[in-house]
């Protein structure tokens, strides 16, 4: 079902410079890999323009699941929130240029806000993803105030009311929530853009904000089986173009 369809998260492999995590996921077998905002920035500081960037991704000979846009838009507000849809609208750009479809954002760490104010944000941010002709999908956050549940970000996505703007599956956020295993068997597939798999530790969850206790899948109480279950049930394959690991760095 996932033959081919694999990718790594650049965040399993963190402070690696991506140069070398590119190496290391093609020398690994990896079809694809997830790209994150940071990981264009710490080249930037290196000194690299993005047209460089771009150009040692293709190299790579990897496709490029999905990239990650800088987190806050979501409740950001004023000049923040113009900043952040300009680097959005950048993101969106080079995903392009990757022949990614793709682009995710998840809450973020700035003080939240409502749904119905998220939801705006989040829909501001979808009309930038169709200039482009790509995707834009929210992943729900377990430790996060507001967006901390599958319920939250379906309810979001709804208020959004876009047809760029979809969801991201965390199978770590999803246990952790509570909506693990078959706990997402009736969401639509429409709904669901990507999917993201890593394992989670027994025991309750750390006390702080972004987690950093996944393990690789079968290594913790996931139930795999089940959900795999309901990966197929809804359809995600076809409409997710790769399925993501991000497992501990």
Known sequence: MFRDRLALHTWTLDTTPLAGALRAARSGGWNAVELRRIDFVRC??????NAQVLDLVRASGLKVACVGT???????????????????????????????????????QNPPGTLREGAANFRDGGEIAKAHGVRFALEFNSQHEVINRLEAG????????????????DAYHLERSGGGGRGFEDVAPGEIFA??????????????????DRLPPGLGKVRWPWCAHSVASTHIVPSARHLTLRRAR
Do not use: W
């Open 195 to 212: 999917f993201q798999y890593s394992d989670v530790p027994a025991g309750p969850p750390a006390a702080v904000k972004r987690p950093t």
């Open 44 to 49: 930037f500081d290196t000194g690299m323009t």
């Open 70 to 108: 800088e987190y806050g838009l979501i409740f950001a507000k004023g000049e923040e929130k113009k900043r952040l849809l300009k680097v959005l609208d950048e993101t969106c750009a080079n995903a392009v240029a990757l022949g990614c479809d793709l682009v995710m954002i998840a809450p973020g």
């Open 154 to 169: 379906r309810e979001l996505v709804a208020l959004a009311d876009h047809p760029n703007c979809g969801l991201l599956f």
